[in-house]
């Protein structure tokens, strides 16, 4: 009998486990003895506070990151050929979303390997359902271009969608350059249309304003977003 593979959110930044993670995934995390992970360090301390019951130097980490090529992860799921479930943690949040974790998951669908995905947070849609707008046709599109002038084309572009499609635009950025991020948006984007700034969700200095770019290029200068996880949403 083939083992699975298992998708374990990891909180995005509340220290209680309990605030972003149901008791049941923690159990879970006691069947698998193999995890493919993004970065060592963080999946051994969150192994650590969610109460893994084995030693962590007897468990098998397996890199997977935006460095890792088809070639290598070959062989990453062999263990769930021989019966043993593997799981898969993100550095942060969920599993595959915007997250280099869609490779694997690809391997094993195509192998036929059962994938489990489980409940936890997912900032993007954490941002969407305090933001107000559009929740019924919504669009993830990453990083925008650093270069100015490359970033006001694509925000252009992103406006135009939302109102053509009526379709929410998400987006993030790196967090050293939030601030700009916001100062692009005010200042390209037309004066009515809504921005939503969704910061350091889940923790006690979370911040989420849905505001006008109007209102915005009065309004940015009071919140610092350096250094902040943030979620970008433009809508109606």
């Known amino acids: 009998m083939k083992g699975r593979l298992i998708l374990f959110p990891v909180p995005i930044g509340a220290e209680e486990m309990g605030i972003s993670l149901p008791p049941a995934n923690a159990e879970l995390l006691a069947t698998c003895h193999t995890f493919i992970v993004e970065e060592l360090r963080t999946a051994r301390r969150f192994l650590k506070k969610a109460g893994y019951p084995y030693p962590i130097d007897d468990t098998v980490f397996l890199e997977l990151n935006e460095h890792t090529t088809h070639e ?6 062999d263990a769930i050929e021989r019966g043993e479930n593997i799981g898969l943690l993100s550095e942060a949040g969920l ?4 997250d280099p974790g869609a490779m694997i998951t ?6 036929g390997i059962e ?10 849609m954490l941002a969407l359902m305090a933001s107000g707008f559009n929740g019924q046709s919504f669009a993830f599109v990453g990083y925008l271009p650093v270069d100015k002038s490359k970033r006001a084309s694509a925000i252009r572009h ?7 499609e009526h379709q929410t ?12 991020m916001l100062e692009s948006l005010s200042s390209v984007l037309q004066p009515n249309t809504m921005i939503c700034v969704a910061c350091d969700l889940t923790l006690p200095t979370q911040y989420i304003h849905s505001l006008t770019a109007a209102k915005w290029q009065k309004e940015r200068t009071k919140v610092d977003l350096h250094k902040r996880n943030t979620v970008f949403l433009i809508g109606e």
Do not use: D
């Open 106 to 111: 690809k391997v094993a669908q195509r192998r």
């Open 72 to 77: 290598e992860i070959g062989n990453y799921l």
């Open 169 to 180: 635009q998400i987006f993030i950025e790196a967090p050293y350059r939030n601030n700009q």
């Open 115 to 124: 994938v489990v995905p489980l409940v936890g947070p997912s900032s993007l």
């Open 158 to 164: 992103l406006e135009e969608r939302l109102h053509r």
């Open 95 to 98: 599993p595959c979303v915007a």
